[in-house]
């Protein structure tokens, strides 16, 4: 079963094409690698999904792209809620200048949830769930800059869990922590697998072969081979795939 | 001489030079503050503060134009405030980057340069004549807010500006509307700039003298202003009143009532410092 879906998607920003023609299917409960050399579109159309790229000047889009079978570049679509529904994790950890406890609860406050208790519940399972708890369980109330860059980064995870979507994108999520920091973010993707579909966008080819399902790589706005991750490394199709997880170019 | 022996001396020049220039305003700010204060700190003294302009120099006090000076600074404040930083964060926030809207900020920008008579004018036209406000307290501080607003609205885009788009980005992405994202993420870490460019704008409206004479501010105020729609002197004109004239006694009382004006702006910038200090505490970088 699919979780999403594009149809030959096209993105312009201005006269540069950074997407060419891109149909690719996401699978409910599995990781997705992107990869694919600096600036090949990968970044671009992960936040396609949650539609981030509204923002930017001369941004255009053409083609369809669904969630749950629901169109989410309609005119009709409420873009607040599809962004609780898809969160998004990004390459710098970005915490609020807050505390930590009010970092993991903001998603709530903007929804208007005022009760204490459920707040508290909500904070606590949700640093359970990125294995933070009980690094911080006496700290709620520091500052969240007070933390290592990889517990911020599972800070900005738990933040997201917080709004309970259904699917996490994540955009470069280790490229800024140490080693012992990405092992324990891949350890926690492969955990989170269970209940989200994962989107990572990752420069790592090691990352990539060893936490997704799937892997699709692009070159130059287009989507050269999605498949098996197994398979993109072992047996891949085409010959440009071979030449960059082999190291030739990228 | 080597390379970086120049270099090092450039450096040195350079910091020598920096020093001269910080040492050159200072001098200068120290030589004026000393002057008025031999001339005018034994003037200052409770009757001084609170009694009615007179003719005689020792019965003659600065209450009418110290409470309209407040009254002034208050009002704009209300007034300007919520202007200048709603249209500073609708420019930086909401407005699409088009002609018109490049228009617009060109022109705001150059508004904070134009001299405060031409507001005086205005002024006297839209708030004194059209909507009939004459010489009133409401009025001046209308008229100031014009003044100031470009100044405002700068300051606060430059603030908003200065805010990481990752921040943005953070509160967009859990589902947070563009209004909650201004309100609980942008405006709270842009605060602090915020703050110091109101209180920079406010402290050029409480120095104004022209655009208030030009919309009928009186020279001799014998009452304290109670209402918004008294008539009202400040201490700059009433300075300026007894600057001009030839008695001795009056001159005295001008640089007391100068002294008086520059510790309600350092007041005035000392209660910035704090609040921005205070706010800059809540938002935990």
């Known amino acids: ?97 807050k505390s930590i406890y009010e970092n993991v609860v903001y998603g709530l406050r ?66 800024a922590l140490d080693p012992i920091s990405t092992a324990k973010l891949e350890e926690l993707i492969y955990e989170l697998k269970q209940n989200f579909t994962i989107i990572i966008v990752t420069h790592n080819m090691q990352q990539a072969a060893r936490i997704s399902d799937k892997t699709a790589f692009f070159y130059l706005g287009e989507l050269v081979e999605l498949n098996d991750t197994k398979e993109i490394f072992t047996n891949p199709k085409k010959e440009r795939t071979q030449n960059y997880i082999t190291g030739r170019f990228g | 001489m080597n390379n970086s022996k120049i270099n090092q001396l450039k450096d040195n020049a350079f910091k020598y030079f920096g020093i001269g220039c910080t040492l050159f305003g200072i001098l200068v700010l120290g030589y004026f503050l000393v002057n008025i204060a031999i001339e005018g700190i034994a003037r200052i003294n409770w009757q001084f503060i609170t009694s009615l302009p007179s003719r005689i120099p ?29 249209a500073g964060i609708y420019l930086e926030e ?35 004549r059209i909507m009939s406000m004459g010489g009133s307290l409401l009025a001046g501080a209308s008229t100031l807010s014009l003044l100031i607003l470009p100044i405002i609205i700068v300051a606060t885009r430059e603030s908003l500006k200065a805010v990481p788009k990752s921040l943005r980005e953070a509160s967009f992405a859990l589902g947070a509307t563009k209004w909650q994202t201004t309100w609980m993420q942008i405006l709270p870490a842009s605060s602090g700039g915020i703050v110091t460019g109101v209180i920079l704008a406010l402290s050029r409206a409480i120095g104004e003298t022209a655009p208030l004479i030009v919309i009928g501010a009186l020279a ?23 600057i001009s004239r030839p008695q001795k006694g009056f001159i005295i009382n001008s ?28 938002v935990k970088w």
Not at chain 1, 142 to 165: D, H, M, N, W
């Open chain 2, 94 to 128: 909401y407005a699409k980057k088009n002609r018109l809207n490049n228009i617009l900020e060109i022109n705001i920008t150059n508004l904070a340069g134009v001299p405060s008579i031409i507001y005086g004018l205005l002024g006297l036209e839209i708030f004194s």
């Open chain 2, 255 to 282: 640089a007391a009532a100068i002294l008086v004006l520059l510790l309600v702006t350092f007041l005035m910038n000392g209660i910035a410092v704090y609040l921005r200090n205070r706010w800059q505490k809540k």
């Open chain 1, 110 to 175: 903007i929804q208007g949830m005022k009760n204490k208790k459920m707040l508290d519940e909500v904070v606590e399972n949700s640093l359970k769930r990125v294995a933070l708890w009980d690094e911080v369980k006496d700290d709620l109330k520091k500052s969240a800059f007070a933390l290592s860059g990889g517990q911020q980064q599972r800070l900005c995870i738990a933040r997201t869990l917080a709004v309970e979507p259904s699917v996490l994108l994540m955009d470069e999520p280790t490229s």
């Open chain 2, 58 to 86: 020792g019965k003659a006090g600065i209450l009418p134009a110290l409470i309209g000076t407040l009254w002034i600074l208050g009002l704009t404040a209300v007034i300007a405030i919520p202007i200048g930083v709603g």
């Open chain 1, 1 to 97: 079963m699919y979780k999403l879906r594009s149809e030959n998607v096209n993105v312009h920003y201005g006269d540069f094409h950074a997407i060419k023609d891109v149909s690719l299917d996401v699978e409910k409960n599995s990781v997705t690698a992107f990869i694919g050399p600096s600036g090949c579109g990968k970044s671009t159309f992960l936040r396609l999904y949650n539609r981030m790229n509204d923002y930017i000047e001369g941004f255009k889009k053409t083609g369809k792209i669904y969630f749950d079978d629901v169109e989410i570049y309609d005119s009709k679509i409420h873009i607040e809620g599809l962004r609780k529904k898809i969160g998004m994790v990004f390459q710098k950890p970005n915490p609020f200048p």
């Open chain 2, 220 to 242: 001799y105020v014998p009452f304290v202003p109670s209402s918004p729609t008294d008539e009202f002197t400040v201490m700059p004109i009433q300075i300026f009143n007894w």
